[in-house]
């Protein structure tokens, strides 16, 4: 069988796109058979070609980090209508909602954290202010008080719920950028107590959530005294919060 048929037999559903962007990335013909094996063994496409397209732009990927999704688009909409003049990537993973909002908002002070190394140094080929430790800990103190927009787009899914994903992301992204605790919303609400102190008066804190989990998420952004509201896509939940 030739790339196209063995990448549809696999599952793949553009299976002539993927061949095409995997061909692009081959540096020889024996490393292009690697990339299709392990396309057809489930590695993510995006890991495998070393870049995901989000919002437009190209932005590097490397294995284990977690992909940006398209739902998370409305996250980086949401924030640069803002217009903040200080904005952090929190959770970042690739950093991919930083870069964006660095290329959108030129003359902003871009900052981004996460706490899994891998996710950090992937960020850091992406945007220049990346920093390694939990949640608001890996910020420069300085920051405290003075963020415009917090993005976090932490993990959600629910512990129990991680075995049911798709392999793509269950084998292949770190468990920490997926697992949200109990009811996926253990990470969210640590980051909506700490923000209050982190962002400026008037200041936002952005997070995507699924509808399930939405009034949940909107309760927890309320008990840490943000005024919060839901704002929906076609394909996706973020909660809003106003300190």
Same mark, same amino acid.
């Given at each position: ?65 977690? /992909?940006?999704? #398209? =739902? ?6 949401? $924030? *640069? +209508?803002?217009? %903040? !003049?200080? &904005? ?11 870069? /964006?909002?660095? #290329? =959108? ?6 900052? $981004? *954290? +996460?706490?899994? %190394? !891998?996710? &950090? ?123």
């Amino acid at each position: 069988m030739n790339i196209v048929e063995r990448l549809r037999a696999a599952g793949c559903v553009f299976a002539e796109e993927e061949a095409a962007l995997l061909e692009e990335a081959a540096e020889s013909p024996h490393h292009l058979e690697e990339l299709v094996t392990h396309r057809v063994n489930g590695l993510p496409l995006e890991h495998a070609v070393g870049w995901a397209m989000f919002c437009g732009q190209r932005i590097v990927v490397t294995r284990g980090v977690f /992909v940006p999704r #398209h =739902r998370t688009e409305l996250l980086v909409d949401l $924030a *640069a +209508d803002l217009n %903040p !003049a200080v &904005v952090v990537d929190l959770c970042c993973g690739s950093g991919a909602v930083g870069a /964006v909002l660095q #290329h =959108r908002l030129p003359d902003a002070e871009v900052h $981004a *954290a +996460d706490i899994d %190394p !891998a996710a &950090v140094a992937c960020a850091r080929q992406n945007l220049v202010n990346v920093y390694e430790g939990d949640l608001f800990d890996a910020l420069p103190a300085h920051l405290r008080g003075q963020i415009d927009v917090v993005v976090a787009n932490v993990p959600y899914v629910p512990t129990l719920d991680i075995p049911f994903m798709p392999v793509e992301a269950r084998d292949h992204e770190a468990r920490v950028a997926l697992d949200g605790g109990v009811d996926g919303l253990e990470v969210l609400r640590r980051v909506a107590i700490q923000a209050t102190s982190w962002l400026r008066p008037g200041g936002h804190l952005l997070s995507e959530t699924s509808e399930r989990q939405a009034p949940a998420a909107l309760a927890a952004f309320a008990a840490a005294g943000l005024t919060a509201e839901l704002v929906t896509s076609e394909d996706s939940n973020a909660v809003v919060g106003r300190r």
